[in-house]
DNA sequence: CTGAAAGCGCTTACAG
DNA sequence: CTGAAAGCGCTTACAG
């Protein structure tokens, strides 16, 4: 239907103000995405599995990165989903007492990726990254090595606490050398910050595997063993956690542990459009369970050159 | 000053509306990087470098996805910044009358990343891709590769074309080998597609040396000559470029093209914010030069076992 | 200094 | 069916 006032409109490119409609219709068709670190694949898969999910119900997602700092969350929970979007996910890695306070605070629909205390009466997914540990730890196991290390990230984060506690749990239970000079801590859970924890590791001891808190310390681990000559996984076997793509094309590639954050993005995705139609629905709380992807980085005996999955 | 009403705000949890605050005062303190595929590290480094300029000037940075599709970006033209951010940089992948249609309609502050016609009186920063090849070119040139394969993006993108034009020009000035079969184009800039177009490239021809059109595309064709016993840089020399965090954890590390994205991201955030302060000043175009880092996928003769850089 | 009113740009329920 | 009015939740200029 196309009047002379439309045509005039279009002639002098009339855009509705987008703002003063939300205002009016308390819509945004907006949600957004906070995470720690965008530099982690992680994170971008999880953002893809959202995006999927959300973008055919209409809805356009922004992603805030949040710097794993707890005020910038507090900020963005106060005020950005506060008027600017009609929801948010909210994958933080630090959970302590002023975020717990922010989001008992919080009025409007989120889903948090991570584990939340269970009162908060706040939907959330996790992933079970101490079963992720063992079945890593089992699996090393099984090629032979007692010697472990572990280079985690930060234990005051959520996932570094899990993993640590989990790690320390299976060293007993499989009998694994309890030396402490096995399990170094990277300042964040980054390339640079594992380059830096696995030169720390290395100088003390070698140990006959290593497993990494995430797939980006792995890696810049495999990198830092490289340096030292040793080989992988002859010398020293390499596991990571995430399973990212940047795992399959190390060399060897890289065993993984996929902690399902394809299937967390996507059912914390549903979630938030499921609370968004209804919001007095009961709370849901949804684990994920992990997935070994055995790679070359781990196989002992039988590698072979070249080898990837 | 805490009077009984602050009191009892704070009691209630009050907090202003955003948006109807945005819309009286015709300001959100956000603004929107716009980028074609997230999962790309060079855009997290442009991102940090915006963040790192804008934060401190109360600006909050939204990262919105685009996925490389005109429609999407067209939609964002249109409607985010249209009252959602107070101005946008947009990196676009693709560049069509469509898209400079849109951009000619824009008539809030936008920078872009990326060459744009130059009567559109938008500012914009460019990387200097041409440069870039070039620099790789000699570089291999110089380490005696004379057949250099090219495993380009797609062509119908600003980089890949411009990237495309340049590999061209350079093997004819440093008399190549002009080999048809040496150029490949991979379906996206990711390391899936890089991945499938180093297979159909090394399924007809082996190459002394590849140049990926960007670090993924680099890192996908190294798993894959590993992957065909190929050695790096014995056999076939590998340059990338971007110079990602990726290009250090690499072995052997990959040598790359610095194409300045951090400089290119804090260049188009102080332009934004010169441009917000003052709407009237005269249009800017900076572009921003590459730098050659070599590490050992390219130090053929003097390479060593775990080089890095 | 305090308080009431106008208005940002829309949408929608309502009167004509 | 068409058109004018009310109101979303703020801020700010203005009157008292």
């Known amino acids: 239907m196309s009047t002379r006032v439309q045509d005039a409109a279009d002639l002098l490119g009339y855009r509705p103000n987008a703002m003063a409609r939300s205002l009016r219709v308390n819509r945004t068709q907006q949600l957004a995405f906070a995470v720690a670190d965008v530099g982690n694949p992680v994170y971008v898969e999880m953002m893809r599995a959202i995006e999927g999910e959300t973008r055919v119900r209409g809805y356009r997602l ?67 990254s101490a079963g992720g540990v063992r079945m890593a730890l089992e699996h090393l196991h099984e090629q032979g090595c007692r010697r472990i ?100 094309v190390t060399t060897p590639a890289l065993t993984s542990v996929d902690l399902g954050a394809h299937e967390r993005g996507r059912t914390a995705a549903r979630l938030l459009l499921d609370r968004l139609a209804e919001s007095g629905r009961e709370v849901q709380r949804k684990t994920v369970q992990p997935r070994l992807r055995v790679r070359g980085s781990s196989m002992r005996g039988v590698y072979v050159v070249g080898d990837s999955a």
Chains 1, 2 share one sequence.
């Open 62 to 128: 922004l992603v805030s990165s949040t710097a794993g700092s707890t005020a910038d969350t507090r900020d963005l929970l106060e005020s950005l989903a506060h008027g600017y979007a009609d929801g948010l996910v909210l994958s933080p890695v630090r959970v302590n007492a002023e975020l717990v306070d922010a989001l008992r605070r919080v009025r409007y629909p989120i889903v948090v990726i991570g584990t939340l205390p269970k009162d908060l009466g706040i939907d959330n997914v996790r992933a079970n």
């Open 149 to 248: 290390a572990f280079i985690n990230g930060p234990s005051d984060t959520v996932p570094g606490s899990a993993r640590g506690k989990a790690f320390a749990r299976n060293v007993r239970a499989l009998q694994l050398d309890p030396d402490e000079d096995l399990r170094v801590e990277a300042a964040d859970f980054t390339l640079a910050a594992g380059k830096a924890a696995a030169e720390r590791l290395l100088d003390r001891t070698v140990p006959d595997a290593v497993l990494g808190g995430n797939d980006l310390l792995a890696i810049a681990t495999m990198q830092v063993l490289r340096e030292r000559g040793q080989r992988i996984p002859e010398d020293v076997a390499v596991v990571g956690m995430d399973d990212t793509e940047f795992a399959r």
